[in-house]
């Protein structure tokens, strides 16, 4: 029987014995940081390496021999009997269509590795000896391997359950914290501490963090106020600061604790942290911020003054003290988007009322209920060195920019981004949507720059991860990763592509075009001139995503939807070489309305030689908020207002004969609730049509601002 072995972060977890007809285990026991006994593979192990890779084991043992025998000759592209797809590269194969994937490593025609990146995390199975062939060979690098019959860098200490205490806040609640400790060590060990806090159970993926205490960390998992075992009240967001800062204090009183404490997890586990650093609480020594979320009209749930209708799939999944998954997946997502008043969505489409749902309904401006959840306003204190990780399809995407913002003048060292394009669950799918994301787009070492980070800032370790570029990013088109010292780059250049008319427009009457006009670098080119669409938040655009995927920022095709006549697209001319942009961009826009109120939607998109209009990035903004948050202006008839619209970060090289195209309209279902064009705005059973213009050229040029790294033709 061959030998393969599993590894986890670095961490060998199991090791399996392969025969044709039998499939043998001997499993890590976390508790003693041995290996238990040989035994036939099973359902229990099964469940065990899923719950650390997301894959099944058994399933590569089930396919070995057929993943061998189609590869042969190395063909471009093979598929299994079951589904699976491959595509060539250099050294093997990467799985296609497939979230959290595998990569087969081949050496003369036989699979010898499969690798299995995660947000923060890698599993590879690898046949025993060919180690030192796969990602596991850089970990050396930093853990020197024992002295053991197995390929084992580092020591793994055992995991041993402190127990479960309640962390006092300071209003009196109870926060539910599981301690686990790193055995083995000497009486009296005092260690560094890595908190997660989650509002979705602190026993979910425990097992995922333990290689932390495996490395010599406590690791502290505690339910978020109002969630599990908590006491108090669940609202999103909103105490967030000041349990973080109760909590790291009661660590650094632990007799176990040598008083310093980092912090880990994605999307509200990343929220959470940066709420605890805005506390100033002088034991945060490090961060691991994944897919953070941000200031709530920033970012969730209330970006650009809207009020996001794409959350209600989390907002259900979270709407008892418990989790409820299922509770995401329904089929009349329409019907239920459709509920006004939104005080009534709940009872209607759940049964009962969710209470965080109508007090985020009591607070229609931006008042001091939302700037008391803003960490980045109401961040104060030293720099936390912060590793910042995120995609361009992440729907907390623009939680990351505030990150980027607040961190970007901190000490060189002290802060480092990892870009790529991903969606929210992260460093997971070579095609998003059926969008191909390349080749390289997956990195099999962001649990290593994890591990060095928390190393080198908690235990002093000299591992050069501050001396790293501050920004490695992704440039779809390219496909390929690049660096940076800053965000955006300073090789960067600041381009304006004006709104202008199309090319047969006559330039006598009232100047209205159909709207399917052009992006010109000149201003005075420009055909002074208005495009208008009538917009009806009964028949609004749609926001292409799968409302039950809980993913709201996928790159999807808009192809069709933009023949609608409530959207408005300006497109460049062919590009005659790439041309590529990295950063967000800003869309100014000169326009009237004929009703008080109204929302922008604004999408870039790369455009191929086939017409195929596929979105990079986008934008949103109510325009009774376009002075500031704290108060609405409406709008009157006949005036032109001034609004600038902000969008999501992107870096996309348009490749020769691509264009790139800027869209306007106002409605986005399954990403914002409807505006009703009257006062009451999102939430409103009286609705009106809108009629809108958009002006250009002239006095009123409306023009888009791109960060560009090379030079428009």
């Known amino acids: ?199 979705y159970g602190r026993k979910k993926g425990a097992r995922s963090y333990f290689r932390y205490v495996q490395r010599g960390y406590a690791v502290v998992i505690q339910d978020t106020r109002g969630r599990e075992d908590s006491t108090g009240e669940w609202l999103p967001e909103y105490f967030e600061a000041e349990d973080g800062d109760d909590t790291l204090n ?186 191909f994301m390349g080749e390289h787009a997956l990195r099999y070492d962001m649990d290593l720059l994890c591990m060095k980070w928390l190393d080198h800032f908690l235990k002093g370790a000299d591992n050069g991860v501050e001396q790293t570029p501050a920004v490695e990013y992704y440039t779809l088109g390219e496909n390929r990763w690049k660096t940076a010292r800053e965000w955006p780059p300073k090789t960067c250049r600041t381009v304006r592509l004006y709104l202008n008319g199309t090319e047969g427009e006559s330039a006598a009457g009232n100047g209205i075009s159909s709207g399917k006009g052009r992006l010109t670098e000149e201003r005075a080119g420009v055909r002074e001139g208005t495009d208008a669409y009538l917009y009806d938040p009964d028949h609004p655009a749609r926001h292409l995503v799968d409302m039950s995927e809980n993913e709201l920022s996928v790159p999807e095709d808009y192809t069709e939807e933009e023949k609608r006549g409530d959207i408005l697209s300006y497109t460049t001319e062919p590009f005659e070489r790439m041309v590529s942009i990295t950063g967000e961009a800003r869309i100014h826009l000169f326009l009237s309305c004929d009703c008080p109120d109204t929302d922008f939607i604004v999408r870039i998109t790369d455009v191929d030689e086939d017409g195929r209009s596929v979105k990079l990035a986008d934008g949103v903004l109510g325009a009774k908020y376009r002075n500031g948050f704290g108060s609405a202006e409406y709008m009157e008839p006949d005036r032109i207002y001034e609004i600038s619209i902000r969008t999501t970060k992107i870096s996309n090289s348009f490749l020769p004969g691509h264009r790139l195209r800027l869209t306007v309209t106002s409605g986005a279902k399954n990403f914002i609730f409807p505006n009703s064009n009257t006062e009451k705005g999102f939430d409103s059973r009286e609705k009106r049509k809108a009629m809108i213009q958009i002006c250009r050229g002239g006095a009123h040029a409306s023009f888009l601002e791109l960060s560009a790294e090379k030079e428009f033709d």
């Open 1 to 199: 029987m061959d030998q393969w072995n599993f590894y986890f972060s670095g961490i060998l977890y199991g090791k399996l014995f392969y025969g044709k007809k039998t499939l043998q285990v001997q499993c890590l026991d976390e508790k003693t940081a041995l290996f238990g006994e040989r035994h036939d593979y099973g359902k229990a192990d099964e469940a065990y390496f899923e719950e650390l890779c997301s894959r099944s084991l058994m399933g590569f043992f089930q396919n070995l021999e057929e993943y061998e025998e189609k590869a042969q000759g190395m063909p471009d592209f093979f598929a299994t009997a079951d589904g699976e797809e491959f595509s060539a590269r250099s050294g093997g194969y990467f799985q296609r269509r497939k979230k959290f994937p595998k990569d087969l490593l081949f050496e003369n025609g036989k699979v010898y590795a499969a690798v299995m990146s995660g947000r923060d995390s890698c599993g590879i199975l690898v046949k025993r000896g060919m180690e030192n062939r796969t990602p596991l060979a850089v970990w050396k690098e930093i853990y020197p391997l024992r002295q053991t019959e197995e390929y084992e860098p580092g020591e793994v200490r055992p995991v041993k359950k402190e127990g479960t205490f309640f962390v006092a806040t300071r209003d009196g609640e109870k926060l539910a914290s599981d301690v686990y400790l790193p055995g083995g060590g000497p009486e009296g060990e005092r260690v560094p501490a890595v908190l997660v806090r989650t509002p």
């Open 250 to 435: 009661w660590i650094a009183e632990q007799v176990w604790s040598d008083g310093s404490a980092a912090m880990t997890g994605g999307s509200y586990l990343g929220y959470v942290q940066w709420a605890a650093a805005s506390s100033g609480n002088p034991h945060l020594k490090a961060l691991l911020s994944s897919v953070c979320a941000g200031s709530a009209f920033g970012d969730f749930p209330r970006r650009g003054g809207c009020f996001n209708s794409g959350i209600m799939a989390w907002a259900f999944a979270m709407s008892e003290q418990r989790m409820r998954g299922d509770l995401m997946v329904r089929e009349d997502w329409d019907q239920v988007l459709d509920i006004r008043p939104l005080e009534e969505l709940p009872e209607k489409a759940l049964g009962h009322p969710v209470g965080f749902l109508s007090k985020w309904l009591e607070h229609e401006n931006l008042d001091e209920f939302w700037k008391k959840t803003d960490w980045k306003a109401n961040y104060k204190g030293a720099p936390v060195p912060a590793l910042i990780m995120s995609g361009w399809f992440d729907d907390n995407g623009m939680g990351t920019t505030e990150a980027l913002e607040l961190v970007k003048n901190w000490p060189a060292g002290s802060w480092k981004a990892v870009l790529g394009p991903w969606k929210h669950s992260g460093n997971a799918d070579y095609d998003i949507h059926g969008q």
